[in-house]
T-cell receptor, first 115, second 113 residues
Framework: GAVVSQHPSWVICKSGTSVKIECRSL??????MFWYRQFPKQSLMLMAT?????????EQGVEKDKFLINHASLTLSTLTVTSAHPEDSSFYIC???????????FGPGTRLTVT | DQQVKQNSPSLSVQEGRISILNCDYT??????FLWYKKYPAEGPTFLIS?????DKNEDGRFTVFLNKSAKHLSLHIVPSQPGDSAVYFC????????????FGTGTRLTIIP
């Protein structure tokens, strides 16, 4: 149980284009989903928290107009990186939790490379 | 401001021996702690957790110890197996913190056959 999928697993895009990453909880209803970013050999940095049907809460320093998050249902959240630049290249990971539980279950991550 | 710290970036342990990974935190509002295991280019996998009302939680080969007064927790893996080689992150959350997790910097564990 507690499986989270992420799509795509890797993507290469040109500078200035937008990229959408999907995160799905496959066998449970995720009341809350989280988006993280990880730079090489560093920890996971929380970007934003989203609850189904409401606006995401962004961490300090994260541009909400650049990283658009939509949590349309209890099983799907999307992160859109708009007008991507090479410095947006990173490993993006989503996680999901259910019903006020502390445990978060993570997707496999998406490697984004902006050329 | 790193609120959760893992001071050992790497650790090597002989197969069959005990692996002990340490984690310190500074935020006294943290009251739930978790350990995750991560392989390269994959998402973290949940291992074990502990609430602040406990000082020990055990699940198979994994035991987490919490010392609230010292703001310190540790993960014990015994016996260590080659498949345990990975990066281990400790994480902490507050009961009223919207379930947000604050992650440590990670410790790379290598099990030597």
């Amino acid at each position: 149980g507690a499986v989270v999928s992420q799509h795509p697993s890797w993507v290469i895009c040109k500078s200035g284009t937008s990229v959408k990453i999907e995160c799905r909880s496959l066998d449970f209803q995720a009341t809350t989903m989280f988006w993280y970013r990880q730079f090489p050999k560093q920890s996971l940095m929380l970007m934003a928290t989203s609850n189904e049907g409401s606006k995401a809460t962004y961490e300090q320093g994260v541009e909400k107009d650049k990283f658009l998050i939509n949590h349309a249902s209890l099983t799907l959240s999307t992160l859109t990186v708009t007008s991507a630049h090479p410095e947006d290249s990173s490993f993006y990971i989503c996680s999901a939790s259910a019903g006020g539980r502390h445990e978060q279950y993570f997707g496999p991550g998406t490697r984004l490379t902006v050329t | 401001d790193q609120q959760v710290k893992q001071n050992s970036p790497s650790l090597s342990v002989q197969e069959g021996r005990i692996s002990i990974l340490n984690c310190d935190y500074t935020n006294s509002m943290f009251d739930y702690f978790l350990w995750y295991k991560k392989y390269p280019a994959e998402g973290p996998t949940f291992l074990i957790s502990i609430s602040s009302i406990k000082d020990k939680n055990e699940d198979g080969r994994f035991t987490v110890f919490l010392n609230k007064s010292a703001k310190h927790l540790s993960l014990h893996i015994v016996p260590s197996q080659p498949g345990d080689s990975a990066v281990y992150f400790c994480a902490a959350s507050e009961v009223r913190g919207n379930e947000k997790l604050t992650f440590g910097t990670g410790t790379r564990l290598t099990i030597i056959p």
